[in-house]
């Protein structure tokens, strides 16, 4: 396993002799009393000076160190959709080490009042699959973010990268669950939180007072709620905290339209951005060299010790439902699962690494060769691992689904030069030395362009050590017709992919080429791309080859570096510079990674992903 790794032990729902949700693991109850919602307001609202500190805010941030049932979340949504004078945008942030199922999260939620049901079966209808790491939800049209954080608090606490206003302490007692009380958690906690952050929490423990007190928190003591002798509420010491910075409205400049840059433009747009995406290719149309491109794949990659690819491809999955739902429902990206067939020698191997992750079969799970036939609607002779949560995109729809956005605009010109005035505004120019455009932010998303932009702003090439060995590579993809009998119901994809085309047509793919300027369909490829497919599909290469439509290819570059890992982050030293490049040949999965850390960031968010995946991914 990575260093990091725990596999995620979802809780079992239990309750009491009264029935209230009870926890057999640590002899405790998730809530006291019967008003688990008024508990809410009471002592984690309250105690925080909510709903009236948030007033008028731009945005308002609340760290919460346990989200059990999700009561307190739901009551802070509550309170803040009835509240006129409401921020206007709502971050709520909550580590868990025991999620429940969505099974078990729906049969909690119908317990709840009248009142609050509509917003709980909304929750349950986002809950998203018991996979280690962070998870971004986003409810009341993208106003109200709720970033999920399975794992321990001690080791998740760490990889958190947020400003919070206020915490909601809150978990089992410090008697049976003594890591949620800890002086480490608590000096994570001064870490992340802004000046004049506050906290409250039913517990009043003398020890964690001491300790909470010697973090830099000033405590005070409450009467307590339902029973419950005390509750205390706390402040963070002037000299402590991050200063407060509301979120930037700036205006981006995008330089590139693929999946990386159209990404990026898309996620700030919906933010409320002013973007303009410049790239050659856009002149004949929006998909620019994606045009003819109508099938890709966006499949979790899957690491026998989960390692960083496989956290951050998870993250991108994930994050490219969020962002991208519109297009899901226009069917420009298709949830049909990938099957990935597994050769003899390895079968082992792959089965104990399952074992191990305990990832949910929700997300991935082994299967025999009779059920991946099932699943995939062909006769298949080998098992192998079911990724539930593989999609099937049409590159050319999706660019253009993206940039037609109404805060979005295009210009198809090349971007010779870019320079930062003194004013710290960025000024785009030709190679005709005209500008054409300005900005407060520069991403640059061009791929093999990326190093050439980056000289031609001044960039000292030398503190952007992840750019060495960046590299061209060219690939292509086959159609085939007449091929209804061979058609896939998902992806399959192993040393080769292919996806099912509607009408009864099949793409398949890919070839690797290192440095390859053309960009025609090669023959040669056409030939190494069917013996690729008629090996997953299990049917002989001639006859697949026979069935070749040539003119209907696809043959595009991507850009990389040798690690694999794509690059995303400020650019070392040059303020309003971002990089978005070497993507590979995982451009889809990473491009919803990467859009999502610079609009977080610019909009003063919670970032969507590890810290120690943020950093690994960096320019330098």
């Given at each position: ?392 995109v049409n590159p050319a729809a999706l660019l253009r689904f993206l940039l037609q956005h109404q805060y979005i605009n295009t210009q198809a010109a090349v971007v010779a030069r ?20 300005q900005a407060s932010v520069v991403v640059i998303a061009a791929a093999g362009q990326s190093q050439r932009l980056l000289t031609n702003a001044g960039v000292d090439l030398s ?34 992919l292919c996806f099912p085309y509607p009408p009864a047509a099949l793409i398949g793919g890919s070839t690797y080429e290192a440095n390859s300027a053309l960009s025609i369909i ?99």
């Amino acid at each position: 396993m990575s260093y990091w790794y725990e596999p995620l032990v979802p809780a079992k729902l239990e309750r009491d002799d009264m029935g209230a949700p009870f926890s057999q693991d640590y002899g405790d109850i998730y809530h006291a009393g019967a008003q688990p919602l008024q508990q809410a307001r009471e002592v984690f609202l309250k105690g925080n000076g909510l709903p009236e500190r948030w007033a008028n805010m731009p945005s308002f941030t609340i760290l919460e160190t346990g989200f059990g049932a999700g009561h307190n979340f739901l009551a802070t949504w509550q309170a803040w959709r009835q509240d006129s004078a409401r921020c206007n945008r709502l971050h709520f942030v909550s580590i868990e080490a025991h999620p429940f199922t969505k099974a078990d999260m729906g049969r909690l939620v119908a317990d709840l009042p009248a009142d609050v049901q509509i917003l709980a079966q909304e929750l349950n209808r986002a809950w998203p699959p018991l996979t280690p790491g962070i998870h971004r939800l986003e409810f009341s049209h993208g106003q109200v973010t709720l970033t999920l954080a399975f794992g321990k608090a001690a080791t998740i606490a760490r990889q958190l990268d947020l400003n919070f206003h206020a915490c909601y302490l809150d978990g089992f007692s410090p008697r049976v669950n003594p890591e949620m009380w800890t002086p480490k958690l608590f000096g994570q906690l001064v870490r992340m939180a802004h000046q004049g952050a506050t906290l409250a929490t039913w517990c009043s423990a003398s020890q964690v007072r001491r300790d909470l007190q010697n973090a830099g928190f000033l405590i005070e003591r409450h009467p307590g709620f339902q029973g419950k002798r005390h509750r205390i509420t706390g402040q963070l010491r002037a000299h402590l905290g991050r200063p407060y910075s509301p979120p930037s409205k700036d205006t981006v400049a995008v330089i590139g339209g693929g999946f990386s840059g159209a990404s990026c433009a898309y996620a700030l747009a919906q933010r409320g951005y002013e973007v303009t995406v410049i790239d050659p290719a856009l002149q004949v149309d929006k998909a620019g060299v994606h045009r003819n491109h109508v099938a890709a794949a966006l499949t979790p990659y899957l690491s026998r010790i989960d390692d960083a690819r496989a956290r951050v491809s998870r993250a991108g999955v994930n994050l490219a439902r969020l962002r991208w739902r519109d297009a899901i429902q226009q069917g420009i990206v298709q949830h049909c699962g990938t099957f990935e067939p597994i050769a003899v020698e390895e079968q082992a191997t792959w089965q104990q690494a399952l074992e191990k992750l305990r990832l949910p079969a929700a997300w991935v799970r082994w299967v025999t060769a009779d059920q991946a036939g099932e699943l995939c609607g062909l006769p298949l002779r080998r098992p192998g691992i079911w990724h539930a949560y593989g999609h099937q995109v049409n590159p050319a729809a999706l660019l253009r689904f993206l940039l037609q956005h109404q805060y979005i605009n295009t210009q198809a010109a090349v971007v010779a030069r870019l320079a930062r005035s003194p004013q710290g505004v960025w000024h785009l120019y030709d190679a005709n030395h005209q500008c054409l455009a300005q900005a407060s932010v520069v991403v640059i998303a061009a791929a093999g362009q990326s190093q050439r932009l980056l000289t031609n702003a001044g960039v000292d090439l030398s503190l952007v050590t992840r750019l060495r060995g960046l590299h061209d590579v060219s690939g292509q993809l086959n159609h085939y017709a007449d091929v209804a009998k061979w058609l896939p119901k998902a992806i399959i994809a192993g040393d080769g992919l292919c996806f099912p085309y509607p009408p009864a047509a099949l793409i398949g793919g890919s070839t690797y080429e290192a440095n390859s300027a053309l960009s025609i369909i090669r023959e040669k490829g056409c030939l190494e791309i069917s013996h690729k497919l008629a090996d997953l599909l299990e049917i002989p290469g001639d006859m697949l080859h026979a069935k070749v439509v040539r003119q209907r290819g696809w043959r595009g570059h991507r850009a990389a570096v040798r690690d694999h890992f794509p690059i995303m982050g400020w650019v070392p030293g040059v303020e309003g510079l971002w990089l978005s490049a070497a993507f590979g040949s995982r451009g889809l999965t990473w491009a919803a990674v990467s859009a999502e850390l610079l609009a977080s960031q610019l909009s003063a968010e919670p970032i969507p992903l590890e810290r120690s995946l943020s950093r690994r991914s960096a320019p330098s």
